[in-house]
């Protein structure tokens, strides 16, 4: 693994980066040469613009139609478990809460209506062990304005409490300052976590101290990592003039790759990742600059320069593509770090698919159905198909939360009381409520239903404990703990590594 690591960007590739948020962001295709030369590369830059139900992607084929054995394909997809997602929401859990928290003695107020389509994170909710929990929120009323404030930064002040599951007392307290309405945490699976604020990645664990991580020439929007959590990937806005200072993240020549935005293609995409940032981000200028860094060193593997923020599916091994096919038909490559690829088979979409990696084993595909619903679709990176999961037109704007094991999922969604597509938008009395739902990753069973309220259109009120066993949701006043069955087993094809 250490010489795959020490080669994994040495070679000569096309990186087709999927990018799919709720307002699609932009796929790249990078071209690398080996030893850190630069072949042309073009970037297909998706709008936010969504298209019509059951309308193909107009995204232009990015390579010659190609079908694996069509055939076998279908009876694959014939003997894949299918379930529907209700879009009903439960009057009540269906599991009961095993501990409640009231968050009103931690100083938590619930966000107003007003807040709702805003897209701003309020609030987080994570675990930092299996008896503790970090929460923090933005705390309503308490701003301290700092001079020196740049254009279009927004000030808040966010309060982080450590606390245990068995007390419901804090353990740990600590007020933060953050510049923008962004999602500003991401939890790490060793018991520490990671802050966003300006240009500064901090880390901090259950004291809550932080300490520097990483500093960039220029604002982060977005960070995402790998499963294992070996790589991170970022988003940050560099305009070309700017220069690393010294200490701060580098943009080295022998990482570097040339990327072509081309803004005239639209595609609908249902993605998962709706707390990044939304395509407004774009730039006339490629400002926005994405680095892949080894979390541990802080050592640049990639570096590029696009227009809007870019989401890029990958594990340790490799990187996630999705290659358009015959009609509604994509096609789905696994590109190696180390040189090679693995065709894994194919979905039926009428969007451009989101791609997303649940564990190093396993990813999940959401794709458009033909009236606009989104479908689950769960792979192994062996190619099997292991389970779908079919959802209604009524669920829009959804989250997806990885559990740290890889076992379970939590699926959010908010429930409207119509379909929603660019030619029908939300009003806020549309929303019904959002739905919770803890998806086992073996085969698409829900081992969890339930309403988040208030609803947080960006999440941040839903975490899954290291082990699986735990889920909490931040509901009716409450950080309610759950107490679920074991997740059934994952088979053996996602269990362990695929060869290649």
Known sequence: MRLARRRMWNRVGRLTVPVFVLFALPACVIFLAPHGSIYPGKVLAQTSQLNPPGQADPLPDIMPNIDPDPASSREREQRTPVRLLGDRLPDKPTLAPSIKIPVDTLGFTAPGAIYLGQRNSLASLDFLAEDHLLFTFRVPGLIRREDGLKPGEDERQIRAMVVSVKTGQAEAEALWTVHDRARYLWMLKDGHFILRDRDILQQ????????????????????????????????????????????????????????????GNASASPGTHTSAPSDSNATPAADIVVRILERSTGKVMLVSRVRSTVHLPINSDGYLERLRGNGQTWMLNLNYFTGGSRLLGRVESSCAPGLDFISQEEFLITTCAARGEARLVAFSTDGSRMWEDDGTTSAIWPITVMGPDGTRLARETLQVSRPVNAYNPIDTDDIKGQMVRIINTADGSVALEAAANPPLDVGGNVAISPSGRRAAILTDGAIQVFDLPPAPPLPASAAAPAAH
């Open 204 to 263: 901090g664990d259950s004291s809550l101290v932080l300490k520097p991580l990483f500093q960039f020439p220029g604002p982060v929007d977005w960070l995402e990592m790998d499963p294992q959590q070996l790589y991170i990937v970022t988003n940050s806005l560099e305009p070309a003039i700017v220069a690393p200072k010294p200490g701060q993240v580098d943009s080295p020549s022998t990482a570097q790759a040339t990327v072509e935005v081309d803004r």
